[in-house]
């Protein structure tokens, strides 16, 4: 079955502790992206990579950081995480301009 | 760098009715549209999109419409049913063919609400 899974789904933490989620797609897509979801601000792109090895900047890429080492796994990293990083993350990834979206992470940075 | 703008942000009709949506974008180099849908505790699912090539686009009770000129796209849905209650996204892309060095810019979405 094709699809995008995301972990962890839920994680409360403690500012300063570094995290990372996970992003795997099963669908040999080279186009990924990440976005936070936060109530009226609607979804804004975090980065976004076009292949292995390639990532940009989307609108808020700060305080995150990615990698794109092998095709499939795109992880989010917060290197030290603070209260205003908590939000509802997405993966996504991209097939001719259709995007999959992962299932969620719920994040509560306290 | 592309602006989507989305209105109204909340929206109530009563079952049956027409719901519209509008979206104004402000990059002219954009020239694809998506709209998607988010039922509550769910991910983001595309239901249509257009392309700058097309005015409108149907799909059974769903359309979008895009007018260039005025840099603005509506999602049109008809006979409203109690399971299209949910929040719609817009987005614009500049890109048909997103494997360029491309943002995908999304509207802060409409939460659609249809009355009984």
């Known amino acids: 079955e094709a699809q995008v899974t995301q972990n962890p789904r839920y994680l409360i933490t403690v500012t300063g502790k570094k995290l990372t989620v996970t992003c795997s797609q099963n669908?040999?897509?080279?186009?990924m992206s990440w976005y936070r979801q936060d109530p009226g601000l609607g979804l804004r792109q975090i980065y976004y990579?076009?292949?292995?090895?390639?990532?940009d900047k989307g609108d808020v890429p700060e305080g995150y950081k990615v990698s794109r080492k092998e095709k499939r796994n795109f992880p989010l990293i917060l290197e030290s995480p603070s209260p205003n990083q908590t939000s509802l993350y997405f993966c996504?990834?991209?097939?001719?301009?259709?995007?999959?979206f992962g299932p969620g992470t719920r994040l509560l940075v306290l | 760098g592309e602006n989507v703008e989305q209105h109204p942000s909340t929206l109530s009709v009563q079952e049956g009715d027409s719901a519209v949506i509008k979206c104004t974008y402000s990059?002219?180099?954009?020239?694809?549209f998506p709209w998607y849908k988010q039922e509550l505790g769910k991910r983001p699912q595309l239901i249509i999109d257009i392309r700058s090539n097309v005015g409108e686009k149907k799909d059974q009770r769903i359309a979008v419409t895009l007018n260039k000129t005025a840099k603005h796209f509506s999602l049109h849905i008809t006979e409203t049913q109690p399971e299209d209650s949910a929040v719609y996204f817009c987005?614009?892309?500049?890109?048909?063919?997103?494997?360029?060095?491309?943002?995908?810019?999304f509207g802060k979405g409409t939460r659609l609400h249809i009355l009984p």
């Open positions: 987005a614009a892309s500049p890109r048909i063919n997103m494997n360029r060095d491309d943002k995908i810019i």
């Open positions: 669908m040999n897509h080279e186009y």
């Open positions: 990579s076009m292949n292995v090895e390639v990532t």
């Open positions: 996504a990834s991209l097939q001719g301009e259709t995007q999959y």
């Open positions: 990059d002219s180099a954009s020239n694809y």
